[in-house]
Nanobody, 123 residues
Framework: QVQLLQSGGGLVQAGGSLSLSCVASGFTFKDYAMAWFRQAPGKEREFVAV????????YYAENVKGRFTVSRDNAENTLTLQMNGLKLEDSAMYYCAAAANRMPTTPEGYDYWGQGTQVTVSS
């Protein structure tokens, strides 16, 4: 049974930091590119970051570049998103996702999804 179990998130003041984690099971984690997406109320799901199977490559959305860092530990089947310098507009439900092919930046390219975790940034 495939599972992406997310943790972390919560409420933080603008300028603060949060870390999100995603633990995978039920599939061969190291064979999948892993990504983070987010979705705010009334908006479409938005790409945040993706990391390659080998961890050599990582790509970020322009609006998080330089503030967010995606990483993975293939030995622990864990994906992490470190978020620094959080802004009000970063508030959203965050989802981790796994893709068998390449490194998609659209939701349609992903095979498995986490349950989501809320990040709320306050002023």
């Amino acid at each position: 049974q495939v599972q992406l179990l997310q943790s972390g998130g919560g409420l933080v003041q603008a300028g603060g930091s949060l870390s999100l984690s995603c633990v995978a099971s039920g599939f061969t984690f190291k064979d999948y590119a892993m990504a983070w997406f987010r979705q705010a109320p009334g908006k479409e799901r938005e790409f945040v970051a993706v990391i390659s199977r080998s961890t050599i490559k990582a790509y970020y959305a322009e609006n998080v570049k330089g503030r967010f860092t995606v990483s993975r530990d293939n030995a622990e089947n864990t994906l992490t998103l470190q978020m620094n310098g959080l802004k009000l507009e970063d508030s959203a439900m965050y989802y981790c996702a796994a893709a068998a092919n390449r490194m998609p930046t659209t939701p349609e390219g992903y095979d498995y999804w986490g349950q989501g975790t809320q990040v709320t940034v306050s002023s």
